[in-house]
């Protein structure tokens, strides 16, 4: 299975990067990996901190001549912001900077505080901070490489910012990513993009910060990933703890999620049809390609509602950690809007997962093995 371990504080020297599981014989592209870390820094709505970072990866180990190894991959991202920052977050010494005592409402501020006994919010603040995903985007690129392989392709696409939601009547697919992209809040519906835009510009004058919905498609994966007879191997279980896992998610669903509730089982579930050139299939796809915990073959949709950004212009009332005086939340700049960057960071944790189904499917130590024996089950299911 693919695993990852990710260090470093937001304001450090570097974000660092060990991943383990990926067999030997697959393609691995600074270039590729930059060109994702460059893509988790778009949209409207980003901070100052966007136009001082740009982000770049270093492959330490476990490639050679671009291709891995099937030893542990390290990578390092260097945070360009740490030369204004190395007195703030001195790795040796002693504390020369005032301490921050005021938690934010909706951050980790508090209840870690509370979790570790510290009297310093900084020293919670820094690691859980989102600045820690860019090292995921940067394990996603290798999942995604991995993954592209045997015909799998992700995309995310945004759906929703503030009270401004696209009414898209059809699903994105890979080809539409580039104009995803380019859109300044990554929804393929122009009308609705401007419409976003101007939203997040307002959230801009009035000092406050907007959430929103994004989704994340992945086309191409074959039925029987997960299982149905371990509750921690269920590919929706899984799939719902990473993209939860990504800081300010609040809500995931699969499929038409929180919509089945309200219907009948008759109109809710997708009915089974076969045909000598498309074998099993269905014709909708309500259950968002799982079903039992495992992919059932169609495309696999998920959806993901960010809240907004806890760190305001115009700061919420809270109680300083020292005193017990009612203060308001320290100020510190951040964005207004981050769901077309969390898209990103969507596509690739959902890449993570559906790659370390892959691999426990699979199996193998290295790219041929495993893709032999994909090829084989493939054949398996022809009947």
């Not at 067999?23 to 136009?51: T, W």
């Not at 990103?344 to 559906?354: D, F, H, R």
Request: hydrophobic share 40%; glycine share 10%; net charge neutral.
């Amino acid at each position: 299975m693919l695993r990852f371990l990710t260090a470093g504080e937001s304001h450090g020297p570097a974000l660092v990067i060990i991943v383990e599981g990926l067999p030997c014989g697959v393609e691995v592209s600074k270039k590729r990996i930059d060109s994702e870390l460059a893509r988790r820094q778009l949209g409207v709505g980003r901070g100052e901190r966007m136009r001082i970072e740009k982000d770049s990866v270093e492959i330490l180990s476990g490639v050679r001549f671009g291709k891995s190894l099937g030893s542990p991959i390290a990578m390092l991202i260097r945070n360009r912001d740490w030369a204004n920052w190395s007195k703030t977050m001195a790795l040796e010494g002693a504390q020369e900077v005032e301490a921050i005592t005021q938690p934010r409402p909706g951050h980790a501020d508090l209840a870690g505080v509370f979790k570790t006994g510290q009297k310093d919010i900084r020293n919670i603040l820094e690691r859980a901070s989102a600045r820690e995903t860019a090292a995921r985007v940067a394990v996603g690129a290798l999942a995604k490489t991995l993954l592209s392989g045997f015909d799998i392709f992700i995309l995310s696409h945004v759906v929703r910012i503030g009270a401004c939601e696209a009414n898209i009547a059809f699903t994105p697919k890979p080809e539409d990513l580039k104009k995803i992209d380019a859109s300044p809040v990554r929804c393929i519906d122009e009308k609705t993009s401007d419409a976003m835009v101007k939203e997040i510009r307002k959230a801009v004058e009035d000092e406050d910060s907007l959430g929103g919905v994004f989704e994340v498609l992945a086309y191409g994966v074959p039925p029987g990933l997960g299982s149905y007879t371990s509750w921690n191997r269920r590919l929706d279980g899984c799939i719902a703890r990473a993209l939860m896992s990504i800081p300010a998610i609040k809500g995931v669903e699969i499929g038409d999620g929180f919509e089945l509730a309200g219907m009948r089982g008759s109109v809710s579930h997708d009915e089974i049809f076969y045909t000598p050139s498309k074998g099993f299939h269905r014709e909708t796809n309500r259950a968002g390609g799982i079903e039992g915990g495992m992919s059932n073959g169609e495309t696999i949709v998920v959806r993901a509602a960010m809240k907004p950004i806890p760190t305001l212009g115009k700061p919420l009332r809270t109680v300083d950690i020292v005193t017990k005086e009612q203060v308001f939340a320290f100020k510190e700049r951040a964005d207004v809007c981050a769901v077309p960057s969390a898209a990103v960071v969507g596509e690739s944790m959902l890449a993570i997962e559906i790659a370390s189904a892959v691999l426990e499917k699979f199996g193998g130590d290295s790219l041929d093995e495993l893709m032999h024996n994909y090829q084989g089950y493939i054949e398996t299911l022809k009947g």
